[in-house]
Each structure stands twice: as C-alpha cells, then as structure tokens.
C-alpha cells in the first residue's frame, strides 16, 4: 500500500457470501468539521446497491440505502469498518513499518493486511485489487515470535532483505483483536490466528486459554477450535479462523462485526454505560437469524466468565458473523482467567445484571428473561456450569498440558468464594 500519511478517503470493498473475489460496496470519507472534531461519512455506490447478492455491511448502521451515512464516533470511523482495521498490536507493527511521520485512522485501515477479520477491503482504487494468496506457514512461527518480542521491547527492527520478509509476514494477522502479539498462520486445515506469549506474563497464557477454550465446552458453549504448538523453545496458540472456509478456489470470507459494534458504542470508560450482555442480548435479537438460541449461549457465556473470572470480557471479545445473509453469534474466543486479590466481589467487563458488573450468581439471574429464559431454567445452567467448572477445570487444564505451577498460579480464578456470597435483602432482587 502506498500512500500518504493523513489520507482523507478510501474505498471500501466486500467479498460477498459465497464468494473468493472482492466487489466495491462503497466510500468511506473521514474529514474534520470546522471545529475539527472528525466526521466519517460513507455511501453505498449505485451498482453494489444494484446488485441482487448485495449484503448490508452492518445491518443495524449501514443498512442497504442510497443515502450518506454520517457519525462522529470512533474518531469518525464506523464501527464495522473499525473492527476490519488492526487492532493495538496491529497498529504497533504498522507504524513501526510504515514509516510515515502521522498515521490517520484511514491510513491504518489501508496499511492493514488484506487478511483482516471480517469480508471487507479497503483500497484507494475504484475497482478493487486481488485478494493476496500471501499466508504465513506453521513453520514461521519461531522467526514471527523473534519479530514479535522485538516489538514488544520497542527495539530497532532488524535489516536485511530476510528482516523485511519476516516483518512483512508479521503484518498479516494484526487486524485480529487483543493487544496481544500475533500472526495468521496457514497449514493444511486452513488458517489459525498465532497468538504468541510475551516476556513478562505470569503464566503460560497459550496453554491456559487454550484450556479455557476446552472447558467452556465442556460447558456446552460454542467456543473456537484451538490447539499449542511449540515455537522457538516457548508455546504458541492456534486459534482456528472462524470467519473463513477453505474451499478449492479460495477462503471464502463471513462478515463479523463486534459486541462494540452492536451495541453502537466505543470503547472508553465515558462510554461504559452501553457495555452490557443484557442490551447486547437485546441488539443481537435484531439482526440474529436464531435470537433465542443466540441470547441463551450469550447467557452461558456471561456465566463462564463469572465463574472462571475473566474480566476481559469486553465488547471487542464478543463478535457476530454472518456466512450467508443471516447473523449469528461467533463461536466464543479471547476466554482468559485473572486473579484479583477481592474474594468477596469481581466484577466482569459488561453489566450483567441488577447490579452492574458484578459477577454474582444473583445478579446473573436478575435480568434472565431478557435472554429468553426462565429463572428455573437459568438457574439451572448456572449449577450445571459451576459444578463442571469446580470439579473438572483442574482435570482440563493438566490434560492441556498447563503446568502444576500455573494452575497453582490461576487456581483462585475459578468459582470465588463471593460468587455465592450472601447478599442483603435490599440487595436482592
């Protein structure tokens, strides 16, 4: 990609359902107003709107319309254009790579890897390019994690032809999520997203999650396939992509457009008032082929976290994908355990009841009906998930492979004692 540092406007392409090769849905423009405070406007063009196959690319802010969409948040940017573009530790790798003296938002959305998350692209041309057939291999991993702990240290980044390859390599995949380091790998089955572990983690975080992953499962949740692999004498986790199919002419792409997204929200602490699995359950019903089915595994997931108090659940963690013209709840990823020092109360990222955040049992029952299900029925999942999570998390992260240490390390993570603690009256409802 080249262009200028402060570009204005861009065009936005989609690969649609079923689909390997990208089409023009529109243009995006980002331009300040005379305060300075940046507006993004985007308008579908006349032939996408033509199109019989034309998808939405959100269905509740840019629906299919021949008008100008206009918003302020996000910097002006939209929400699924923002989830398409790279992440805190994408933007760390393009701007070590760009080489421009100011990066707009713009900018980072052209410089991210054609393989970002969702079915967009982003191009200054009219028509829109190939798709790049450029995947890194399993067996890059060790000279991806070198590249990455250079990052992380803020160091020089090598030279060299073999430097520029390597780099080059790193940027595909920093449109994925998280702050974390990470990278798309290819193998045979398809493609994963390499999260590496960094220097100063306290426990060996790709085995851990990749645990956590097994164990919501076992707790009846729909969770992404994942696996560890070994990478320069440390271990790496795969995540398998669940927004691509590998067929014989290419991957075909599903749309994905965040919980930040749908609930129209961003992600600062002024804005924390939305982060809600209670109105994300509610947004979800609007768009979601299955709403029933969706805001009961959107429940069972609120509970996971509770229980295993992850409380990094915000908005990014939660994700909506769409293969053909329905929306669906994605399969559940990022689930990591914290170990807060309270015993007496932990809060999750997303209000999850009468209470606000707190991760209690009462107060994930306290707003039940709004995800479809009666209280006994709730409470009943509630019991099924503590019981799988008090007796079986230990059995799950050893056959994992997490180490004796580490699970000693994330051991008050699971089932605090607060989770059960009695409340008073006044405070139950």
Same mark, same amino acid.
């Given at each position: 990609m080249t262009s200028k540092a402060g570009a204005s406007e861009c065009f936005v392409y989609i690969m649609l359902p079923g689909t390997t090769e990208f089409v023009t849905a529109g243009r995006f423009v980002l331009e300040p107003d005379r305060t300075g405070v940046p507006v993004g406007r985007f308008v579908y063009g006349k032939s996408y709107l =033509?199109?019989?196959?034309?998808?939405?690319?959100?269905?509740?802010?840019?629906?299919?319309?021949?008008?100008?969409?206009?918003?302020?948040?996000?910097?002006?940017?939209?929400? =699924?254009?923002?989830? =398409?573009?790279?992440?805190?530790?994408? #933007?760390?790798?393009?701007?070590? $790579? =760009?080489?421009?003296?100011?990066?707009?938002e713009i900018d980072y959305l052209l410089y991210a890897p054609d393989d970002r998350a969702g079915a967009l692209g982003f191009g200054l041309g009219p028509e829109p390019p190939a798709p790049k057939r450029k995947f890194n291999r399993t067996l890059d991993l060790e000279r991806l994690l070198t590249l990455a702990d250079t990052i992380i240290a803020d160091e020089d980044l090598p030279e060299g032809?073999?430097?520029? @390859?390597?780099?080059?390599?790193?940027?595909?995949?920093?449109? %994925?999520?998280?702050?974390?380091?990470?990278? +798309?790998?290819? &193998?045979? @089955?398809?493609?994963?997203?390499?999260?590496?572990? #960094?220097?100063?983690? #306290?426990?060996?975080?790709?085995? +851990?999650? $990749?645990? %956590?992953?097994?164990?919501?499962?076992?707790?009846?949740?729909?969770?992404?396939?994942?696996?560890?692999?070994?990478?320069?004498?440390? &271990?790496?986790?795969? +995540?398998?992509?669940?927004?691509?199919?590998?067929? @014989?002419?290419?991957?075909?792409?599903?749309? %994905?457009?965040?919980?930040?997204?749908?609930? #129209?929200?961003?992600d600062t602490h002024q804005h924390r008032e939305r982060w809600s699995y209670v109105l994300l359950a509610e947004e979800l019903r609007r768009i979601s082929a299955n709403p029933k089915d969706d805001a009961a595994e959107l429940f069972r997931r609120m509970v996971f976290n509770a229980l295993i108090s992850n409380t990094d659940d915000h908005p990014r963690n939660h994700a909506a994908i769409a293969r053909d013209a329905g929306w669906k709840l994605s399969p559940a990823y990022d689930l990591t355990p914290s170990t807060p020092v309270s015993v007496e109360r932990r809060d999750l990222a997303l209000t999850c009841g009468d209470l606000g955040r707190y991760a209690h049992a009462d107060n994930l029952l306290s707003q039940c009906a709004r995800f479809h299900l009666e209280r006994d029925e709730a409470a009943s999942i509630i019991a099924r998930m503590e019981e799988q999570i008090t007796g079986g998390w230990y059995e799950t992260a050893r056959r994992c492979g997490v180490s004796e240490k580490d699970c000693e390390a994330i051991s008050t993570a699971f089932v605090y004692p607060g989770f059960r603690l009695d409340l008073p009256d006044q405070r139950k409802r």
């Amino acid at each position: 990609m080249t262009s200028k540092a402060g570009a204005s406007e861009c065009f936005v392409y989609i690969m649609l359902p079923g689909t390997t090769e990208f089409v023009t849905a529109g243009r995006f423009v980002l331009e300040p107003d005379r305060t300075g405070v940046p507006v993004g406007r985007f308008v579908y063009g006349k032939s996408y709107l =033509a199109r019989a196959d034309a998808v939405p690319i959100d269905p509740l802010e840019l629906k299919l319309a021949n008008t100008t969409y206009q918003t302020t948040a996000l910097k002006g940017v939209f929400g =699924a254009l923002r989830d =398409a573009g790279p992440d805190y530790w994408g #933007r760390r790798v393009i701007e070590k $790579h =760009a080489g421009l003296p100011a990066l707009g938002e713009i900018d980072y959305l052209l410089y991210a890897p054609d393989d970002r998350a969702g079915a967009l692209g982003f191009g200054l041309g009219p028509e829109p390019p190939a798709p790049k057939r450029k995947f890194n291999r399993t067996l890059d991993l060790e000279r991806l994690l070198t590249l990455a702990d250079t990052i992380i240290a803020d160091e020089d980044l090598p030279e060299g032809p073999e430097a520029e @390859q390597a780099y080059d390599l790193m940027l595909i995949g920093t449109s %994925m999520g998280g702050a974390r380091p990470k990278a +798309v790998v290819e &193998d045979d @089955q398809g493609l994963w997203l390499a999260k590496f572990g #960094r220097p100063d983690d #306290r426990w060996n975080h790709a085995r +851990v999650e $990749h645990a %956590m992953l097994e164990l919501a499962r076992e707790c009846g949740i729909h969770s992404a396939q994942s696996k560890v692999v070994a990478a320069g004498g440390r &271990d790496a986790l795969l +995540v398998k992509r669940f927004d691509r199919e590998k067929t @014989q002419g290419g991957y075909v792409r599903s749309r %994905m457009i965040s919980g930040l997204t749908i609930l #129209r929200t961003e992600d600062t602490h002024q804005h924390r008032e939305r982060w809600s699995y209670v109105l994300l359950a509610e947004e979800l019903r609007r768009i979601s082929a299955n709403p029933k089915d969706d805001a009961a595994e959107l429940f069972r997931r609120m509970v996971f976290n509770a229980l295993i108090s992850n409380t990094d659940d915000h908005p990014r963690n939660h994700a909506a994908i769409a293969r053909d013209a329905g929306w669906k709840l994605s399969p559940a990823y990022d689930l990591t355990p914290s170990t807060p020092v309270s015993v007496e109360r932990r809060d999750l990222a997303l209000t999850c009841g009468d209470l606000g955040r707190y991760a209690h049992a009462d107060n994930l029952l306290s707003q039940c009906a709004r995800f479809h299900l009666e209280r006994d029925e709730a409470a009943s999942i509630i019991a099924r998930m503590e019981e799988q999570i008090t007796g079986g998390w230990y059995e799950t992260a050893r056959r994992c492979g997490v180490s004796e240490k580490d699970c000693e390390a994330i051991s008050t993570a699971f089932v605090y004692p607060g989770f059960r603690l009695d409340l008073p009256d006044q405070r139950k409802r």
